[in-house]
């Protein structure tokens, strides 16, 4: 750590290691006459996370913002068709929904997890709704067998958000394959990157498959039929003019999206591949940080704690805790007395219902009453990320231990030391 850096216990902006394995994977793809564009470390990418997620396809892509453009692209949504989503994500989850001439309708999340809660999906539902959009918060999967029920009774596609989820596992299964649709981000600050900036769509149907591979390599997503125009003044076209992607044979009668190129280049591939290869260890570091947090908070009755459940792996991109009213234990106060020693606070996030552009399409508080209280009164977020030295992690516990003891002191909250 650099004597510049202002925190002792930085904010992920780094959420993976990167070291030897990554240089090497880089060197040889640099050093080899191979394209850098759309080859086989991408092939090779895309085919390993599918089995490690266990999603029928996966396509890499060059975030996970793109990702979900793409992803919420596919539910061909019309106008006045409805989608239920979590207020409690990173705005990317539900950005593109702000073109399109839909209506959204925030759930609430649990008050415990953050994670969309069931019920308040259930209560949502109506004749027009389409889609239900979700994140597993901080790497804690949602509660995916009765929001999954909900959704196949009522015909709906869910997409879930698992840019938090890379490494989680939920009863067996692996988020990415527990809906219609999976979106993962390889942004510096998640569990792996691809050199910075990079992302990946699971998905289930083979034709959605078929069709995102065209659109992410500058093929139309498009119907077209064999036409008799012959244009360019010729009566014959030799056969390799032929193709459904030009028009000397075919016209187009539907365009779903003109295409884009939306595709993750060699080197961030083979990078990606090398992360993918230390993901258990990532996760673990992350667990054992984690665990030694919880270790710490435990003492402190007006400490809430997200609950480990059985047969669920969190992740732990993010480590979460609720302080409770009452007892001096002003939540503000916490973040602040952190923050000044030395620990960089970031809460995450600020409820997409009440961002401006939200409330500019009639979004109001009051919508997500559950998401807003823990939001403005009781969540708190502190690093986790592996890339923390032993001391690091010290001090963040010693931190931790310290100020919650300095605003519960001469309070009966206090327990005993
Ligand atoms: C990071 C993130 C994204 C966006 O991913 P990028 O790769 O940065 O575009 C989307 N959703 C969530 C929940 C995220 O944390």
Redesign the pocket.
């Known amino acids: 750590m650099s004597s510049a850096e202002p925190y002792l216990v930085p904010y992920p902006s780094r959420g993976s290691l990167l070291g030897e394995p990554e240089l090497d994977a880089l060197s040889t793809v640099v050093r080899s006459q191979a394209p850098l564009s759309a080859g086989g470390y991408r092939a090779e990418f895309d085919d390993r996370f599918r089995e490690l997620v266990g999603s029928r396809h996966a396509l890499s892509v060059t975030?996970?913002?793109?990702a979900?453009e793409l992803a919420i692209g596919l539910l061909g949504l019309n106008h006045g068709d409805e989608v239920i989503a979590t207020p409690q994500?990173?705005k990317?989850?539900i950005q593109p929904l702000l073109d399109l001439p839909v209506t959204v309708r925030f759930c609430d999340v649990d008050e415990n997890t953050l994670n969309a809660d069931p019920a308040s999906i259930e209560a949502l539902i109506g004749p027009r709704t389409r889609a239900i959009l979700l994140?597993h918060y901080g790497g804690l999967p949602a509660d995916m067998d009765p929001i999954m029920r909900i959704a196949r009774q009522h015909g709906i596609k869910v997409i879930e958000?698992c840019?938090?989820a890379l490494g989680s596992v939920y009863h067996g299964r692996r988020p990415g394959a527990l809906a219609d649709i999976g979106?993962f981000?390889?942004?510096s600050?998640?569990n792996i990157t691809t050199l910075g900036?990079?992302?990946m769509i699971t998905v289930a149907s083979d034709e959605w498959a078929e069709r995102l591979e065209r659109i992410r390599s500058n093929d139309s997503d498009a119907v077209y039929v064999p036409s008799a125009q012959r244009i360019g003044g010729r009566d014959e076209a030799p056969a390799w003019m032929l193709h459904p992607g030009n028009s000397y044979s075919h016209s187009c009668v539907e365009l779903r999206h003109p295409g884009t190129n939306a595709t993750l280049s060699e080197p961030s591939a083979a990078v990606g591949i090398a992360q993918l290869r230390r993901l258990d260890s990532l996760v673990l570091r992350r667990r054992e940080i984690a665990g030694r947090i919880t270790d710490v908070l435990t003492k402190f009755p007006f400490v809430r704690l997200v609950p480990e459940r059985p047969g669920v792996v969190n992740a732990y991109h993010l480590y979460t805790f609720f302080v409770e009213p009452g007892a001096g234990a002003d939540r503000d106060a916490i973040v602040e007395r952190l923050s000044r020693s030395g620990v960089e606070m970031q809460l995450r996030y600020f409820p997409l219902h009440l961002l401006p552009e939200w409330q500019a399409r009639g979004h109001r508080q009051g919508e997500s009453p559950v998401a807003e209280q823990l939001w403005f009164t009781r969540q708190i977020n502190v690093p986790c990320q592996p890339s923390l030295s032993d001391r690091q992690v010290g001090h963040l516990l010693e931190a931790l231990e310290a100020v919650l003891t300095e605003v519960s002191t001469g309070t009966a909250a206090l327990a005993a030391p």
């Open positions: 975030s996970g913002t793109v979900l994500t990173y990317a989850t994140v958000d840019a938090h979106c981000s390889f942004h600050s998640k900036e990079g992302g």
